[in-house]
Structure formats: C-alpha cells, structure tokens
C-alpha cells in the first residue's frame, strides 16, 4: 500500500511561486503516473497535472500551462509540483495520487488511488 503526504504549501502573494512535494512511502511507487488535483472551497476537484513513471511525458491542464512544472524523483519517491505566478484563482488544496486505473482520461479523479490529504495553496491578491 502506497501513502503520500504531501508538503509545500502555505499563503504567498500574486505572481509568487511555491514548490509542492508528494512523498510517498510503502510501496515502490517509480512504476506509476502520478497526478495533482486541487480543490477550491465549493467546487469540486480538479485535475492540474501529470507525470508518467519516468517523467518523460508531463500534461497540464489550459489554467495551469505554462506557469506549473511537475517533476519527480524516483530516487526519493518524490513528485514536485513547481507553481509560478500564482494567481487568486490558484487557492485551493493540493492532492497528489497514483494513476491505479488505465480506462479513461488522466484528467479524471477516479483513475487515481491513496491520495494523500492535500496541502493548502492561498494566494492573495
């Protein structure tokens, strides 16, 4: 069994940058995609990227392309999640999880297992 705990998060102005961490523990987890939902208060989650098990293909949801850059370490059964020019907009908690289902879109939340219980991302404008 896989568990993540992600890390990073925390309250920075508009146009600042954070880094957010996913460490996961258990289970080797180099042989799977990983993913990065956040959820805004009131909306539901949603999906801001992935990265395949090597970290050769990496795709990112339109609000996020070009500022956000999602990266790992297999080595230290790590996944980063790289935030520039944040906006307002960006607020929310940030989940990472493991890509267990291969039947539909990357983007979709039910393709992914043992979440981790998020991090929260505030930013002010």
């Known amino acids: 069994q896989v568990q993540l705990v992600e890390s990073g998060g925390g309250l920075v102005q508009a146009g600042g940058s954070l880094r957010l961490s996913c460490l996961a523990s258990?289970?080797?987890?180099?042989?799977?995609?990983m993913g990065w939902f956040r959820q805004a208060p009131g909306k539901e989650r949603e999906f801001v990227a992935v990265i395949n098990w090597s970290g050769t293909n990496r795709f990112y949801a339109d609000s996020v392309k070009g500022r956000f850059t999602v990266s790992r370490d297999n080595g230290k059964n790590t996944v980063y999640l790289q935030m520039n020019s944040l906006k307002p907009e960006d607020t929310a908690v940030y989940f990472c999880?493991?890509?267990?289902?291969?039947?539909?879109?990357?983007?979709?939340?039910?393709?992914?297992?043992?979440w981790g219980p998020g991090t929260q991302v505030t930013v002010s404008s």
């Open positions: 258990g289970q080797p987890f180099s042989s799977h995609a």
């Open positions: 999880a493991v890509r267990v289902y291969y039947s539909g879109s990357y983007a979709t939340s039910g393709e992914y297992g043992h």
